[in-house]
């Protein structure tokens, strides 16, 4: 069974960077994403930051936080679960 935040963040890497050949359930959970097989730059990272600090009401302080945080997939997934806003996690 998939855990719904890991998918609903796989969809939005998707939407937000707009990877229109790439099914969000085909994005591995531990695959790096800046630099991996999605080809992920900086600013598709920032980007992200942005897409995800108004998605869940996180705030992304630092690029060092940024770079843990958008390691792959799994390690977003704990992050976005430890510091979003509890209303805006899928259940």
């Known amino acids: ?6 998918a609903r963040l796989k969809q939005l890497i998707v939407e937000t960077l707009r990877l ?3 099914e969000p359930a085909s994005i ?5 994403l800046v630099g991996g ?4 730059d900086s600013i598709d990272a920032l980007e992200l930051v942005v897409r995800l600090e108004k998605e869940f009401g996180i705030k992304i302080s630092s690029s060092e936080e940024a770079r843990l945080a958008l390691a792959n997939v799994a390690a977003l997934t704990a ?6 806003d509890p209303a805006r996690l899928p259940a």
């Open 1 to 6: 069974m998939s855990d719904p935040l890991s």
């Open 79 to 84: 992050f976005v679960r430890l510091r979003g």
């Open 37 to 40: 097989g999605l080809s992920l």
């Open 20 to 22: 229109e050949d790439i």
């Open 28 to 32: 591995p959970d531990e695959e790096p």
